[in-house]
Protein backbone atom coordinates (compact mmCIF):
# COMPACT_ATOMS: atom_id res chain seq x y z
CA UNK A 1 0.00 0.00 0.00
CA UNK A 2 1.43 3.41 -0.82
CA UNK A 3 1.67 6.21 1.31
CA UNK A 4 -1.14 8.58 -0.13
CA UNK A 5 -3.33 5.26 0.23
CA UNK A 6 -2.37 4.72 3.97
CA UNK A 7 -2.96 8.66 4.62
CA UNK A 8 -6.44 8.48 3.05
CA UNK A 9 -7.38 5.91 5.57
CA UNK A 10 -5.75 7.70 8.03
CA UNK A 11 -8.03 10.66 7.35
CA UNK A 12 -10.94 8.62 6.62
CA UNK A 13 -10.62 6.50 10.22
CA UNK A 14 -10.03 10.38 12.25
CA UNK A 15 -13.13 11.10 10.14
CA UNK A 16 -11.21 13.40 8.63
CA UNK A 17 -12.54 12.68 5.10
CA UNK A 18 -16.40 12.28 4.37
CA UNK A 19 -16.97 13.48 0.85
CA UNK A 20 -18.17 12.36 -1.83
CA UNK A 21 -14.96 10.97 -3.50
CA UNK A 22 -14.08 8.71 -0.55
CA UNK A 23 -17.43 7.46 0.22
CA UNK A 24 -16.76 3.85 -2.24
CA UNK A 25 -13.70 3.57 0.23
CA UNK A 26 -15.51 4.34 3.10
CA UNK A 27 -18.10 1.87 2.53
CA UNK A 28 -15.44 -0.83 1.81
CA UNK A 29 -13.54 0.26 5.15
CA UNK A 30 -17.16 -0.26 6.92
CA UNK A 31 -17.72 -3.45 5.69
CA UNK A 32 -14.28 -4.81 6.30
CA UNK A 33 -15.02 -3.38 10.11
CA UNK A 34 -18.54 -5.62 10.43
CA UNK A 35 -16.20 -8.75 9.53
CA UNK A 36 -13.64 -7.50 11.60
CA UNK A 37 -16.40 -7.07 14.88
CA UNK A 38 -17.72 -10.56 14.06
CA UNK A 39 -13.98 -11.85 14.62
CA UNK A 40 -13.81 -9.74 17.72
CA UNK A 41 -17.09 -10.78 19.39
CA UNK A 42 -17.13 -14.43 18.57
CA UNK A 43 -13.13 -14.58 20.45
CA UNK A 44 -14.22 -12.78 23.42
CA UNK A 45 -17.51 -14.87 24.01
CA UNK A 46 -15.19 -17.71 23.85
CA UNK A 47 -12.82 -16.73 26.10
CA UNK A 48 -16.00 -15.04 27.93
CA UNK A 49 -17.10 -18.26 28.56
CA UNK A 50 -14.25 -20.42 29.16
CA UNK A 51 -14.74 -21.92 25.46
CA UNK A 52 -11.01 -21.04 25.01
CA UNK A 53 -8.82 -21.49 27.27
CA UNK A 54 -6.57 -19.09 29.09
CA UNK A 55 -2.38 -19.61 29.89
CA UNK A 56 -1.48 -18.75 33.71
CA UNK A 57 1.49 -16.91 34.77
CA UNK A 58 2.90 -18.43 37.84
CA UNK A 59 1.97 -14.75 39.54
CA UNK A 60 -0.23 -12.26 40.02
CA UNK A 61 -1.22 -10.50 36.01
CA UNK A 62 -1.83 -6.71 35.91
CA UNK A 63 -2.68 -5.52 32.33
CA UNK A 64 -2.67 -1.78 30.65
CA UNK A 65 -4.11 -1.72 27.51
CA UNK A 66 -7.07 0.47 25.75
CA UNK A 67 -9.72 -0.29 23.25
CA UNK A 68 -8.81 2.34 20.23
CA UNK A 69 -5.65 2.58 18.64
CA UNK A 70 -3.30 4.93 19.91
CA UNK A 71 -2.97 7.95 22.01
CA UNK A 72 -3.91 7.01 25.09
CA UNK A 73 -1.41 7.08 27.46
CA UNK A 74 -0.63 3.80 28.55
CA UNK A 75 3.12 3.83 28.67
CA UNK A 76 3.21 6.25 31.92
CA UNK A 77 0.04 4.67 33.02
CA UNK A 78 2.10 1.14 33.16
CA UNK A 79 5.39 3.30 34.84
CA UNK A 80 2.88 4.72 37.33
CA UNK A 81 1.31 1.65 38.33
CA UNK A 82 5.10 -0.87 38.86
CA UNK A 83 6.13 2.44 40.74
CA UNK A 84 2.97 1.89 42.95
CA UNK A 85 3.08 -2.17 43.13
CA UNK A 86 7.26 -1.32 44.32
CA UNK A 87 6.36 1.35 46.93
CA UNK A 88 3.58 -1.46 48.29
CA UNK A 89 6.48 -3.35 49.33
CA UNK A 90 5.87 -6.39 46.19
CA UNK A 91 8.14 -6.79 43.62
CA UNK A 92 7.04 -6.62 39.94
CA UNK A 93 8.23 -7.36 36.66
CA UNK A 94 6.70 -5.53 33.53
CA UNK A 95 6.24 -7.85 29.78
CA UNK A 96 5.51 -5.35 26.39
CA UNK A 97 5.27 -6.57 23.17
CA UNK A 98 8.04 -4.40 22.12
CA UNK A 99 6.18 -2.80 18.98
CA UNK A 100 8.60 -2.49 15.69
CA UNK A 101 11.61 -3.74 17.42
CA UNK A 102 14.12 -5.43 15.19
CA UNK A 103 14.84 -8.66 17.49
CA UNK A 104 12.62 -11.92 17.43
CA UNK A 105 11.53 -13.79 20.00
CA UNK A 106 11.52 -13.48 24.07
CA UNK A 107 13.81 -10.90 25.68
CA UNK A 108 15.67 -9.22 28.56
CA UNK A 109 15.33 -5.62 27.71
CA UNK A 110 16.15 -4.79 31.54
CA UNK A 111 17.07 -6.94 34.39
CA UNK A 112 16.68 -3.91 37.26
CA UNK A 113 19.97 -3.45 37.72
CA UNK A 114 20.57 -1.71 33.93
CA UNK A 115 19.24 -1.43 30.89
CA UNK A 116 20.85 -4.31 28.41
CA UNK A 117 19.81 -3.37 24.98
CA UNK A 118 18.94 -0.71 22.59
CA UNK A 119 16.08 0.90 21.86
CA UNK A 120 16.17 -0.63 18.58
CA UNK A 121 16.40 -4.11 19.63
CA UNK A 122 13.67 -3.24 22.40
CA UNK A 123 11.41 -1.27 21.09
CA UNK A 124 11.16 2.44 21.81
CA UNK A 125 8.23 2.06 24.47
CA UNK A 126 9.66 -0.78 26.30
CA UNK A 127 12.95 1.17 26.51
CA UNK A 128 11.45 4.11 27.59
CA UNK A 129 10.01 2.16 30.48
CA UNK A 130 12.98 0.00 31.55
CA UNK A 131 15.44 3.30 31.59
CA UNK A 132 12.06 4.98 33.56
CA UNK A 133 12.00 2.06 36.62
CA UNK A 134 15.61 1.07 36.97
CA UNK A 135 15.39 -1.33 39.66
CA UNK A 136 12.30 -2.97 37.36
CA UNK A 137 12.73 -6.25 34.99
CA UNK A 138 11.51 -5.32 31.96
CA UNK A 139 11.27 -8.23 29.05
CA UNK A 140 9.61 -8.01 25.29
CA UNK A 141 8.07 -10.84 23.27
CA UNK A 142 4.88 -10.89 20.64
CA UNK A 143 3.83 -14.02 23.18
CA UNK A 144 3.04 -12.26 25.91
CA UNK A 145 3.06 -15.55 27.82
CA UNK A 146 6.32 -16.75 27.15
CA UNK A 147 7.57 -13.22 27.60
CA UNK A 148 5.57 -13.55 31.17
CA UNK A 149 7.39 -16.79 31.76
CA UNK A 150 10.66 -16.10 31.04
CA UNK A 151 10.18 -13.21 33.40
CA UNK A 152 9.16 -14.70 36.23
CA UNK A 153 11.70 -17.52 35.54
CA UNK A 154 14.57 -14.57 35.84
CA UNK A 155 13.08 -12.66 38.67
CA UNK A 156 10.43 -14.28 40.42
CA UNK A 157 7.83 -10.82 40.64
CA UNK A 158 4.65 -11.33 42.94
CA UNK A 159 2.99 -9.10 40.08
CA UNK A 160 3.68 -8.38 36.09
CA UNK A 161 2.52 -5.78 34.52
CA UNK A 162 1.54 -6.66 30.45
CA UNK A 163 1.87 -3.33 28.40
CA UNK A 164 -0.78 -2.78 26.33
CA UNK A 165 -2.51 -6.07 26.59
CA UNK A 166 -6.15 -5.94 26.08
CA UNK A 167 -6.74 -7.37 23.63
CA UNK A 168 -3.88 -10.37 24.22
CA UNK A 169 -6.58 -12.63 25.95
CA UNK A 170 -4.53 -16.16 25.77
CA UNK A 171 -2.74 -15.23 29.21
CA UNK A 172 -4.76 -15.05 31.87
CA UNK A 173 -4.57 -11.61 34.11
CA UNK A 174 -5.94 -10.65 37.22
CA UNK A 175 -7.06 -6.94 36.55
CA UNK A 176 -7.69 -4.69 33.55
CA UNK A 177 -6.74 -1.74 33.43
CA UNK A 178 -8.18 0.58 30.36
CA UNK A 179 -6.86 3.76 29.75
CA UNK A 180 -8.71 6.98 28.48
CA UNK A 181 -8.15 10.12 27.31
CA UNK A 182 -9.69 12.78 28.86
CA UNK A 183 -10.57 14.64 25.61
CA UNK A 184 -12.55 11.76 23.96
CA UNK A 185 -12.52 8.83 25.61
CA UNK A 186 -13.95 6.71 23.32
CA UNK A 187 -12.46 8.02 20.13
CA UNK A 188 -14.28 6.64 17.40
CA UNK A 189 -17.93 5.18 16.81
CA UNK A 190 -16.43 2.77 14.24
CA UNK A 191 -14.38 -0.25 14.68
CA UNK A 192 -10.90 -1.15 12.86
CA UNK A 193 -10.27 -0.53 9.91
CA UNK A 194 -13.21 2.25 9.06
CA UNK A 195 -12.50 3.81 12.68
CA UNK A 196 -10.34 3.68 15.95
CA UNK A 197 -11.38 1.07 18.12
CA UNK A 198 -9.78 -2.06 18.39
CA UNK A 199 -12.72 -4.03 19.79
CA UNK A 200 -16.40 -2.78 20.89
CA UNK A 201 -17.26 -0.58 23.73
CA UNK A 202 -18.84 -3.06 25.72
CA UNK A 203 -15.49 -4.55 26.43
CA UNK A 204 -14.63 -2.20 28.60
CA UNK A 205 -17.13 -4.23 30.76
CA UNK A 206 -14.28 -6.31 31.39
CA UNK A 207 -11.86 -4.11 33.20
CA UNK A 208 -11.25 -3.80 37.42
CA UNK A 209 -10.50 0.11 36.43
CA UNK A 210 -10.60 2.85 33.94
CA UNK A 211 -7.78 5.85 34.12
CA UNK A 212 -8.60 8.84 32.63
CA UNK A 213 -5.58 10.37 31.32
CA UNK A 214 -4.37 13.89 30.35
CA UNK A 215 -7.60 15.19 32.31
CA UNK A 216 -7.13 18.86 32.69
CA UNK A 217 -10.98 20.22 32.61
CA UNK A 218 -13.63 19.28 35.49
CA UNK A 219 -16.12 20.46 33.24
CA UNK A 220 -15.27 17.57 31.42
CA UNK A 221 -15.95 15.15 34.38
CA UNK A 222 -19.86 14.49 33.76
CA UNK A 223 -19.29 13.87 30.21
CA UNK A 224 -16.77 11.63 30.79
CA UNK A 225 -18.69 9.25 33.22
CA UNK A 226 -21.63 9.62 31.37
CA UNK A 227 -20.09 8.19 28.41
CA UNK A 228 -18.40 5.25 29.78
CA UNK A 229 -21.79 4.30 32.34
CA UNK A 230 -23.63 3.93 29.29
CA UNK A 231 -21.51 0.90 28.85
CA UNK A 232 -19.87 -0.33 32.13
CA UNK A 233 -22.65 1.15 35.16
CA UNK A 234 -20.08 -0.23 37.78
CA UNK A 235 -16.57 0.00 36.96
CA UNK A 236 -14.28 2.25 39.07
CA UNK A 237 -13.10 5.57 37.02
CA UNK A 238 -9.66 7.52 38.12
CA UNK A 239 -8.42 10.44 37.00
CA UNK A 240 -5.19 11.35 35.86
CA UNK A 241 -2.37 14.09 34.60
CA UNK A 242 0.39 14.64 32.93
CA UNK A 243 3.72 16.33 34.88
CA UNK A 244 6.56 17.18 33.82
CA UNK A 245 9.53 16.24 35.80
CA UNK A 246 12.20 17.90 33.97
CA UNK A 247 14.22 18.63 30.84
CA UNK A 248 17.45 16.88 29.59
CA UNK A 249 19.43 16.77 26.32
CA UNK A 250 18.82 13.34 24.44
CA UNK A 251 21.22 10.64 25.62
CA UNK A 252 22.08 12.13 29.14
CA UNK A 253 20.08 11.69 32.01
CA UNK A 254 20.87 14.94 33.99
CA UNK A 255 18.20 16.66 34.47
CA UNK A 256 18.07 20.52 33.97
CA UNK A 257 15.51 22.33 35.07
CA UNK A 258 11.96 22.85 33.79
CA UNK A 259 13.20 26.52 33.66
CA UNK A 260 15.08 26.16 30.63
CA UNK A 261 12.36 26.74 28.16
CA UNK A 262 10.83 29.50 30.23
CA UNK A 263 10.48 32.33 27.65
CA UNK A 264 12.02 30.52 25.06
CA UNK A 265 10.67 30.31 21.31
CA UNK A 266 10.38 26.55 20.94
CA UNK A 267 9.88 24.11 18.17
CA UNK A 268 8.30 21.15 19.58
CA UNK A 269 8.73 17.48 17.96
CA UNK A 270 6.82 14.76 18.55
CA UNK A 271 6.60 11.04 16.89
CA UNK A 272 3.22 9.97 19.80
CA UNK A 273 -0.05 9.45 18.68
CA UNK A 274 -1.90 12.65 20.36
CA UNK A 275 1.03 14.78 20.97
CA UNK A 276 -1.64 17.67 22.47
CA UNK A 277 -0.60 17.57 25.71
CA UNK A 278 2.94 17.65 25.26
CA UNK A 279 2.57 21.09 23.82
CA UNK A 280 0.10 22.19 26.61
CA UNK A 281 3.02 21.11 29.16
CA UNK A 282 5.35 23.48 27.45
CA UNK A 283 3.53 26.23 26.83
CA UNK A 284 2.38 25.86 30.88
CA UNK A 285 5.81 25.97 31.65
CA UNK A 286 6.41 29.38 29.61
CA UNK A 287 7.10 28.46 26.50
CA UNK A 288 5.93 29.74 22.84
CA UNK A 289 5.76 27.14 20.40
CA UNK A 290 6.60 28.76 16.99
CA UNK A 291 6.33 25.88 15.25
CA UNK A 292 5.19 21.92 15.43
CA UNK A 293 6.72 19.33 13.57
CA UNK A 294 4.26 16.09 14.15
CA UNK A 295 5.08 13.01 13.38
CA UNK A 296 3.30 9.79 13.19
CA UNK A 297 3.08 7.35 16.38
CA UNK A 298 6.49 5.83 16.85
CA UNK A 299 8.01 7.48 13.54
CA UNK A 300 11.61 6.81 13.49
CA UNK A 301 13.75 9.92 11.79
CA UNK A 302 16.45 9.80 9.56
CA UNK A 303 19.14 12.05 9.69
CA UNK A 304 18.42 13.99 6.17
CA UNK A 305 14.80 14.87 7.72
CA UNK A 306 15.74 15.18 11.01
CA UNK A 307 18.32 17.95 9.18
CA UNK A 308 16.02 19.90 7.16
CA UNK A 309 13.46 19.89 11.07
CA UNK A 310 16.16 21.59 12.64
CA UNK A 311 16.96 24.19 10.11
CA UNK A 312 12.97 24.44 9.66
CA UNK A 313 12.83 25.09 13.14
CA UNK A 314 15.45 27.90 12.83
CA UNK A 315 14.00 29.77 10.14
CA UNK A 316 10.14 29.62 12.96
CA UNK A 317 12.71 31.68 15.40
CA UNK A 318 12.82 28.76 17.82
CA UNK A 319 15.41 28.67 19.99
CA UNK A 320 15.69 25.24 21.01
CA UNK A 321 14.16 22.06 19.89
CA UNK A 322 12.14 20.13 22.39
CA UNK A 323 10.78 16.51 21.66
CA UNK A 324 9.19 14.05 23.69
CA UNK A 325 11.27 10.74 25.05
CA UNK A 326 9.45 8.60 21.88
CA UNK A 327 11.47 11.04 19.76
CA UNK A 328 14.52 10.25 21.56
CA UNK A 329 14.47 6.79 20.92
CA UNK A 330 13.74 7.26 17.37
CA UNK A 331 16.72 9.41 16.38
CA UNK A 332 19.13 8.29 14.38
CA UNK A 333 22.15 6.69 15.74
CA UNK A 334 24.84 8.53 13.69
CA UNK A 335 23.17 12.15 13.96
CA UNK A 336 25.93 14.23 14.87
CA UNK A 337 24.65 17.44 13.45
CA UNK A 338 23.12 20.00 16.13
CA UNK A 339 21.76 23.17 14.34
CA UNK A 340 19.52 24.20 17.22
CA UNK A 341 20.07 23.13 20.41
CA UNK A 342 17.74 19.91 21.53
CA UNK A 343 16.36 18.86 24.65
CA UNK A 344 13.84 16.10 25.71
CA UNK A 345 11.16 16.33 27.67
CA UNK A 346 10.16 13.80 30.58
CA UNK A 347 6.76 13.60 32.39
CA UNK A 348 4.87 11.44 34.55
CA UNK A 349 1.13 10.30 35.24
CA UNK A 350 0.00 10.94 38.69
CA UNK A 351 -3.79 10.01 39.89
CA UNK A 352 -5.63 12.88 40.62
CA UNK A 353 -7.74 11.36 43.41
CA UNK A 354 -8.57 7.89 45.12
CA UNK A 355 -5.00 6.72 44.93
CA UNK A 356 -5.56 4.05 47.93
CA UNK A 357 -8.64 2.62 45.79
CA UNK A 358 -6.45 2.52 43.04
CA UNK A 359 -3.69 0.46 44.78
CA UNK A 360 -6.48 -1.65 46.50
CA UNK A 361 -7.48 -2.77 42.68
CA UNK A 362 -4.30 -3.38 41.71
CA UNK A 363 -2.84 -5.29 44.64
CA UNK A 364 -5.53 -5.69 47.91
CA UNK A 365 -4.58 -5.37 51.15
CA UNK A 366 -4.71 -9.16 51.92
CA UNK A 367 -2.56 -9.77 48.54
CA UNK A 368 0.21 -7.63 49.91
CA UNK A 369 0.11 -8.52 53.29
CA UNK A 370 0.84 -12.54 52.05
CA UNK A 371 3.72 -11.38 49.97
CA UNK A 372 5.22 -9.37 52.57
Given amino acids: MNIKMQKLIKDIMYNHKKDV?????RIVLRLLAVVYYAVSFWRNFLYDNRMLKFRYAP???????????????????????ANLIKKAGLSVAVVSRGYKRQSKGP??????????????????EPHIIASSLTDVPVVVGKNR?????????RFKPDVIVLDDAMQHRKLYRDVDIITMNGDDPIGS??????????????????????????????????????????????????YSRYAATGLREPGNTVNIGLDAVRGKKVAALSNVA?????????????????CKHAKCDHHRYNAEE?????????????????????????????????????????????II???????????????RTGRN
Fill in 189 to 238: EYLLPRGLLRESQYSIMRAKAIVITRFCDEHNREKIERVIRYYARNVPIF
Fill in 21 to 25: ITLPL
Fill in 274 to 290: NPVSFYHILESHGSDIV
Fill in 353 to 367: EDLKEYLDIIVPEKF
Fill in 145 to 153: YEAALLAYE
Fill in 59 to 81: CRVISVGNIIIGGTGKTPVVIMT
Fill in 107 to 124: LVVSDGSGVLVSYLEAGD
Fill in 306 to 350: LEDIEKNSLRAGAEIMVMTAKDERNLPEDYEVKIIKKLVLDIETV
